[in-house]
């Protein structure tokens, strides 16, 4: 019997693609006949690029997976594929487009095709009307970039592509410029292109764009958020439950299986673990980044004031405008009249438009422009006319305002709005005694002295600034702690230093038994106040034999040391002061130290005033939170009244009919029975009940008597 041949060759290119990767030389022939018979139906495809040739489709993807055993016979096949693609790409069939793209993919994978030139043809292919393969380009862009800037980053090609995209942006195409933008900007979150330039591209571009979806995603790019919607995060749901694991295996049936997956279980904890160990990667805001955050700023502005666009794009405009503002500080006097316009209680999304007017305001914006705005919310906002929520989303819109430019409020406005302190409802309350809080730290002069409160250290040593004026400071805040009662300086002399061959300053520690400067400055003053007190006293026993004259002269001289006295101990203070600074300068301060000169300056805000100190550090942007935040005792939901109702009917009888029987188990009357029937059975009963007319009493009432009289 003769065994028929099972080689095909060379129809079958499956199974001749495997055996050229085995062996490359001895099928050569067979390589360049299917590489032959590629370029003919190349040039008959060319006739009609629009129809599908399944035989094409073929022989491409047989070659690419072949191509890196013969590369000098297929130097030219991704020339030919990116001649295609580029001049017919929107007349193919999108069987072949695909085809043809995911050849050139492989060959790229293999190295076989210049990076730039694949990546920039895949640009242009963002143009064709087909979904599918845009959304598979734009991953194969973004992993290809990922992947080449993996080991180090390729600053050639990156500022290649990275100019080709500044043209793509600016395409007449809307769904390649929009494909672009959000290419750079999944980039820039992968932290591949997140430097300036790619930021800056987005800024001057995408944000000034003629097409509505490219200009909504570069403005929510500057606002923190893309516009896809966050993965949820599955590592809570996925938890990896090794206790539980390990207790099956112990109680059940010992097989290979349960232990493989014991094996697997264990590694996804200890990944699970390092994963949990692991720091936390953060993208640096790209609005930090911006080169010219003034020209930005007026140029949304002016795209604002003549935009049609709908209300929400409007609102993206109002917010990238003034995180710019408070941001970097600039100047813009403009916005705060526009924004007015839309502080109305019933104005659509009105808190948020709250919230772009206290990000627009920093230290650095005049009084006088930001007051109409405080003007505006009081009036229409902080009035009984209004609910009391109005009112209290207005106090606290007032006090977001004021914690940026205090010297935005005038006191006459100031005081009006702290007599709200005692208002009958608790969200209008707390939120004026917010304000009048914000105001003891910053400025109390502007409030009544009954509402500025116990002074404390900390408000003390705090200067009001003037307009502009910038707090420098040149010493570690809160150094005289390290001072008092625990630590001295021993500062030696030359020749000791000489010793020491340019050592660090030695400090001692003490437990307070040696005392320090400031034990010595106390001891200092309370002998001089012994001293005092013993010539009061002398003076004390002759002021009965002397005129009222001497005693006016003793007026004086109490005042004039009392003033010495102040004088006294400010010139403690300052040299405590100029004592912590050289402390500052000539030691290294350690974490212990670092702890109690915090602690200290916590004290200092607590310390006769508040059960809580303020916050000092302002945060960059506002958040939403901050102005609708309503100390309100909220009504109750449905599950809550009938858990009240529930507990209010234990422990109490059942409501309802009662049997008043003393044996419940003896037998009911006919009337008691009658309550249980069928209404079938008491269908008779019921029509004996029906109310006669007076004329049917009358009727029944002849025939009574006279069946009476009849019996007689």
Not at 386 to 394: E, R
């Amino acid at each position: 019997m003769v065994r028929p041949n099972n080689n095909q060759l060379p129809e079958n290119l499956p199974q001749l693609q495997n055996l050229i990767k085995r062996d490359p030389e001895s099928y050569s022939d067979e390589f360049h006949i299917q590489y032959q018979h590629f370029l003919s139906l190349l040039e008959v495809f060319a006739l009609n690029p629009s129809e599908e040739n399944k035989s094409l489709d073929d022989t491409v993807m047989f070659v690419a997976q072949v191509a890196q055993c013969y590369p000098a016979a297929c130097e030219l096949f991704p020339k030919h594929l990116a001649d295609l693609l580029r001049n017919y790409a929107t007349v193919l069939d999108p069987a072949m487009r695909n085809c043809f793209v995911k050849a050139l993919i492989l060959l790229r994978n293999k190295n076989l095709v210049p990076a730039l030139d694949i990546l920039e043809l895949f640009f242009q292919l963002l143009r064709c009307p087909d979904k599918n393969l845009r959304t598979f380009l734009q991953a194969h862009i973004v992993t290809d970039i990922k992947n080449m800037n993996a080991k180090h980053k390729d600053m050639k090609l990156n500022s290649s592509l990275q100019n080709f995209m500044y043209s793509m942006l600016k395409d007449a195409n809307p769904k390649a410029a929009k494909m672009s933008v959000d290419i750079m900007i999944e980039l820039y979150k992968k932290n591949i292109w997140n430097d300036p330039k790619s930021v800056n591209v987005i800024a001057t571009v995408g944000c000034f764009s003629k097409v509505t979806k490219v200009l909504v995603t570069s403005l929510k790019f500057f606002l923190g958020h893309d516009e896809e919607d966050e993965e949820p995060d599955t590592e809570s749901e996925n938890e990896v439950d090794l206790k539980g694991a390990l207790l099956a295996n112990r109680v059940s049936k010992k097989t290979k299986k349960g232990q493989k997956q014991l094996q697997k279980i264990k590694k996804q904890a200890v990944k699970a673990q390092k994963k949990k160990k692991n720091a936390p990667a953060f993208n640096f805001s790209g609005i930090h980044l911006v080169h010219n955050p003034q020209g930005m700023a007026e140029g949304l502005f002016k795209q604002l004031q003549s935009t049609n666009e709908r209300f929400e794009v409007k609102l993206m405009h109002l917010d990238v405008i003034s995180r710019l503002i408070g941001i970097h500080e600039l100047f813009l006097f403009g916005y705060y009249p526009y924004i007015t316009r839309f502080l109305q209680p019933h104005q659509r999304q009105v808190t948020r438009v709250l919230q772009f007017a206290a990000q627009a305001s920093h230290e650095l914006v005049p009084g006088d422009i930001i007051e109409p705005i405080l003007k505006t919310v009081a009036n229409n906002f902080i009035t009984e006319r209004n609910s009391s929520d109005v009112m209290a989303i207005g106090l606290n819109a007032t006090r977001e305002i004021c914690m940026r430019c205090p010297l935005a409020m005038g006191e006459d406005l100031l005081q009006d709005l702290a007599m709200y302190k005692t208002y009958k409802e608790k969200s209008v309350m707390m939120a004026a005694r917010s304000l009048i809080t914000l105001y003891r730290e910053q400025l109390p002069a502007l409030l009544h002295k009954k509402d500025r409160g116990r002074q404390t250290e900390a408000q003390a040593e705090r200067k009001v600034r003037a307009y502009g004026e910038r707090e420098v400071h040149d010493t570690v805040l809160g150094a005289e702690a390290l001072l008092k009662n625990s630590k001295t300086i021993d500062i030696e002399s030359d020749e000791d230093s000489d010793s020491n061959d340019g050592q660090w300053v030695t400090v001692t520690h003490s437990d307070g038994e040696g005392g320090g400067a400031d034990d010595d400055n106390d001891e200092e003053e309370e002998d001089d106040d012994e001293i005092e007190d013993e010539n009061d006293g002398d003076s004390d026993e002759g002021e009965e034999e002397e005129d009222d004259s001497n005693a006016e002269e003793d007026a004086a001289s109490d005042e004039e040391a009392a003033k010495q006295k102040k004088e006294k101990k400010d010139l403690k203070i300052l040299n405590q002061k100029e004592a912590a600074q050289e402390l500052a300068l000539t030691r290294i301060f350690t974490d212990e130290d670092f702890k109690r000169i915090n602690a200290a300056n916590l004290k200092k805000t607590v310390t006769n005033s508040r059960k809580r100190p303020l916050e000092q550090d302002r945060a960059e942007f506002v958040k939403l939170n901050s102005i609708e935040m309503i100390f309100k005792k909220r009504k109750h939901d449905k599950e809550s009244r009938l858990e009240t109702v529930q507990a209010g009917r234990q422990d109490r009888e059942r409501f309802g009919w009662k049997d008043g029987r003393v044996n419940e188990h003896c037998s009911k009357t006919n009337s008691e029975k009658r309550k249980t029937k069928n209404f079938g059975m008491m269908r008779h009963k019921a029509r004996s009940k029906v109310k006669k007319s007076f004329r049917d009493k009358q009727i029944s009432l002849r025939k009574h008597l006279l069946h009476q009289k009849k019996m007689k």
